[in-house]
């Protein structure tokens, strides 16, 4: 017995191939594994960006509380650029990627620990100071800061240089 089908189930039949086909094809190209790299490395460029500028701002509040006494105004910057940290984190923990990705999110995964411990623990104590706080007291905070600083630079440098080698090993557009 011989079915016929009517034009519409053809097309719809058709239809059906051409897409198993191109994903197959696609699938099978590393092309789904090309955009995650791609979205992997963008994800971590522009979370650094913005750590640098939120961390550039927060610094510059601390010169003005410095200036002025007046450390209230810290707030505001230290539980923007926790909260920050924390979204960037589950994000990046949370992407699918291919295996050989994995070395650098756990990196970014480390860096980003880092800074979320520096905010919660030494940020918020410059936040009790006042103008009665003894300069030596804010002095030893500011040593504090200037170190895990150090930590931060030697950590986003190490970031950028595994970055730029993920890039260019996986074809990568490159964002400046």
């Known amino acids: 017995m011989m079915y016929y089908c009517s034009g519409k189930v053809h097309i719809m039949v058709r239809t059906l191939i051409c897409c198993i086909f191109a994903a197959t094809f696609f699938s099978s190209c590393g092309y789904y594994e090309h955009r995650e790299r791609q979205q992997l490395y963008a994800q971590i460029k522009l979370t650094n960006d913005t750590l640098d500028?939120?961390?550039?701002?927060?610094h510059s509040l601390l010169d003005i509380a410095l200036r002025t006494k007046n450390f209230s105004v810290l707030n505001t910057g230290r539980i923007e650029l926790g909260q920050?940290?924390?979204?960037?984190?589950?994000?990046?923990?949370?992407?699918?990627?291919?295996?050989?990705?994995?070395?650098?999110r756990?990196?970014?995964?480390?860096?980003?620990?880092?800074?979320?411990?520096?905010?919660?623990?030494?940020?918020?104590?410059?936040?009790?100071?006042?103008?009665?706080?003894?300069?030596?007291?804010?002095?030893?905070?500011?040593?504090?800061?200037?170190?895990?600083?150090?930590?931060?630079?030697?950590?986003?440098?190490?970031?950028?240089?595994?970055?730029?080698?993920?890039?260019?090993?996986?074809?990568?557009?490159?964002?400046?």
């Open 53 to 58: 500028r939120l961390t550039r701002e927060w």
């Open 84 to 104: 920050f940290l924390s979204r960037r984190r589950s994000a990046i923990a949370d992407m699918e990627l291919p295996a050989d990705a994995e070395p650098l």
């Open 106 to 176: 756990g990196s970014e995964g480390v860096f980003l620990s880092t800074q979320a411990d520096m905010v919660a623990d030494v940020y918020p104590k410059f936040e009790l100071f006042n103008d009665l706080t003894p300069d030596s007291t804010i002095h030893n905070q500011l040593a504090e800061v200037s170190k895990d600083m150090g930590t931060e630079l030697s950590w986003n440098l190490t970031i950028k240089k595994s970055l730029s080698t993920f890039a260019s090993r996986n074809n990568l557009k490159i964002r400046r």
